[in-house]
């Protein structure tokens, strides 16, 4: 019995999408240049890239966001 209930678990992980955390450190995994093959198929396998590329936009616009504003605070202190 303990097997369809993880074999259910499954499919409903692969119907609802990838979590919030899971996006989340795949992405930054992504951006260090550390994500593991095997998370990289997984994230590839998913239903929908959307998640992802949003993900990945949000984290690029709040990195450059933060390069300005460091870039700004140093130049201001001399």
């Excluded at 992504?30 to 093959?37: E, I, L, P």
């Excluded at 198929?41 to 998913?46: G, I, K, L, Y």
């Amino acid at each position: 019995m303990s097997e369809s209930t993880g074999t259910d678990k499954q499919r409903n992980a692969k119907r609802r999408g990838p979590g919030v955390l899971k996006v989340m450190q795949s992405i930054l995994a992504g951006a260090f240049g550390v994500q593991s093959d095997k998370r990289r198929e997984e994230d590839f396998s998913s239903h929908s890239p959307w998640p992802y590329i949003i993900a990945g936009i949000l984290f690029t616009a709040g990195f450059v966001v933060g390069l300005i504003v460091i870039v700004k605070l140093v130049l201001a202190s001399q």
